[in-house]
């Protein structure tokens, strides 16, 4: 019986642990309302592998929140892997993309990550358009 009560408690603690943490405002005190949109990926760095014929990204998963300021729309990102919530910045529109030569010679054009996504967080990059629930 005691060890039921004792996993019971184990398994609430954490949850309240886990949503002190999921917040957005890195100061508490705010009152900003923020909604929850999804988990995204982000992306920290990019780059070619040694033999030229691909790249490789370093990434992890975020949960993004926004908020309408009254003008515009704002995000926040909470990275779990950094245990922070990062306010996100515009950075380009997000059109670029990899490319391979389709010829065979394996030239690869690997835009900036600034042009590849929207937004920027901390150093992750991202797109608030693939949050998904």
Same mark, same amino acid.
């Given at each position: ?21 999921a917040?957005?405002? #890195? ?7 923020w ?21 490789? #990204? ?5 949960m ?6 009254? #003008?515009?729309m704002v ?17 380009g ?5 990899v490319?391979?030569?389709r ?6 054009h690997?835009?900036r990550?600034?042009d590849?996504y929207?937004h920027?967080?901390?150093g992750?990059?991202?797109?608030p ?5």
């Amino acid at each position: 019986m005691k060890a039921t009560h004792f996993i019971l408690f184990a398994i609430l603690a954490s949850l309240i642990n886990f949503t002190s943490y999921a917040s957005p405002d #890195e100061n508490p005190g705010t009152t900003a309302q923020w909604t929850y949109m999804g988990k995204v990926r982000c992306v920290s760095s990019i780059r070619m592998d040694y033999n030229r014929k691909g790249v490789s #990204e370093e990434s992890t998963l975020a949960m993004l929140y926004s908020n309408f300021d009254g #003008e515009n729309m704002v995000y926040k990102l909470y990275v779990p892997s950094d245990g922070r919530a990062y306010s996100a910045r515009r950075v380009g529109s997000g059109g670029e993309h990899v490319e391979y030569d389709r010829r065979g010679n394996y030239v690869v054009h690997v835009p900036r990550l600034s042009d590849m996504y929207t937004h920027c967080a901390g150093g992750y990059y991202f797109n608030p358009t693939d949050a998904s629930k």
